[in-house]
């Protein structure tokens, strides 16, 4: 998805493109249960036990973490965060793949191959799909989440120049101890309230913030010996065993409040153990370069399983398998032809914007 880090000259944390493998491999998964030709069942109805969500919220989770850590390096190397610096590194990653997508669903459209409706492709553009609720089209219907993360990108980093670095952290657990209570307030008052509950903003939060926490923490965490024994024993694989159990579906009271709260918190340890500890079969198998190839091209597979691994769809592209290499074929596609001449026109801005402000550093000042 959108949190994946695009190849550059940055260091690279590792890990991360493993368990973003992993993530998009449950959103698959997810999507092809109750596909024409799949063997393995029926998708799970509703947001509760649907091992999709939990993928999305390992995304999530990622993503808070990730652009967190950037923001809090470049505050370390510039005393400051460059707002229209990171706007302009997340317009070069996140847009071209994400309007050619949108076009191609909405000329499919015209084609007369899928129904796409006006509103669908509105919520689309504009990254307000989080909140279109009716009549909503599967095509591009997963641009939910995609709204919520480009929501994120655009009230994070200013947030964090207004908290600073000290304090974002505390920000942070502000929004995990707010979220579970919106989710209480819209289960009672509000209209759609499961789509409500798993898609708006405010009520998803915290799966964002979980990740950004650890990040904040992550200096700290660095002292305390106690912290890195837990993460190194034995003890810790209790982490994924209970996240695993509390997408499990039970009663509803406890999905939307205490178990969404223990997933958000579980994968983020999870996070930071795998990116902390660079030894062991678990780091080997999460750094395969094929499974790291995978968490690279995750966004644009995000992007394009959508329209073929519908379970609503009864064509020769929606079964099984042509289905699942129609749309890692296109997304393929979609990373080299699309994302991957970004990132040059990306990589050569930053250049440019290195090269002048090392030229104005360097520059004698007037006597």
């Given at each position: 998805m959108a949190g994946t880090a695009a190849p550059s000259s940055h260091r690279?944390?590792?890990s991360l493109d493993g368990l973003r493998a992993i993530s998009?491999?449950?959103?698959?998964?997810?999507?092809?249960?109750?596909?024409?030709?799949?063997?393995?069942?029926?998708r799970a109805m509703g947001s509760t036990g649907d091992v999709g969500y939990l993928g999305v919220r390992v995304f999530f989770v990622i993503s808070g973490f990730l652009?967190?850590?950037?923001?809090?390096g470049e505050h370390e190397r510039t005393g400051t965060v460059s707002l229209r610096g990171f706007y302009i590194r997340r317009a070069f990653r996140i847009f071209p793949a994400f309007y050619a997508f949108v076009a191609a669903m909405v000329i499919a459209g015209l084609l007369g191959g899928i129904e796409v409706h006006r509103s669908d492709v509105l919520h689309a553009v504009t990254y307000t799909t989080n909140y279109h609720y009716v009549d909503r089209s599967w095509e591009l219907g997963h641009m939910w989440s995609l709204?919520?993360?480009?929501?994120?990108?655009?009230?994070?980093?200013?947030?964090?120049?207004?908290?600073?670095?000290?304090?974002?952290g505390k920000v942070a657990l502000a929004m995990i101890a707010l979220a579970p209570v919106l989710r209480v307030v819209a289960w009672f008052t509000m209209p759609y309230r499961d789509d409500v509950i798993m898609e708006a903003y405010p009520c998803v939060m915290d799966s964002i913030a979980a990740g950004s926490l650890m990040a904040a923490l992550r200096l700290r965490l660095d002292d305390s010996a106690r912290y890195q024994r837990f993460l190194r024993s034995p003890l810790f694989w209790l982490v994924p065993v209970i996240v695993v159990l509390a997408n499990l579906?039970?009663?509803?009271?406890?999905?939307?409040?205490?178990?969404i709260t223990v997933q958000n918190l579980g994968i983020a340890l999870c996070v930071d153990r795998f990116v902390r500890v660079t030894a062991g079969p678990i780091h080997r198998f999460l750094n395969l370069r094929w499974l790291a190839y995978v968490g690279t091209l995750s966004y644009s597979i995000y992007l394009w399983q959508e329209p073929f691994l519908n379970h609503r769809a009864h064509t020769s592209f929606t079964a099984w398998p042509i289905n699942l290499t129609?749309?890692?074929?296109?997304?393929?596609?979609?990373?080299?032809?699309?994302?991957?001449p970004f990132f040059a026109l990306r990589d050569a801005w930053a250049a440019r914007r290195r090269a002048r402000r090392a030229a104005a550093v360097a520059a004698p000042t007037p006597p």
């Open positions: 690279r944390l590792p998009i491999a449950l959103v698959i998964f997810s999507h092809l249960l109750g596909t024409r030709g799949f063997p393995l069942g029926e652009i967190t850590n950037l923001l809090l709204s919520i993360e480009e929501q994120f990108y655009l009230l994070w980093p200013a947030l964090f120049l207004v908290a600073g670095p000290r304090h974002i579906p039970g009663r509803v009271a406890l999905n939307y409040t205490v178990d129609l749309a890692l074929v296109c997304a393929v596609t979609s990373y080299y032809l699309v994302e991957r």
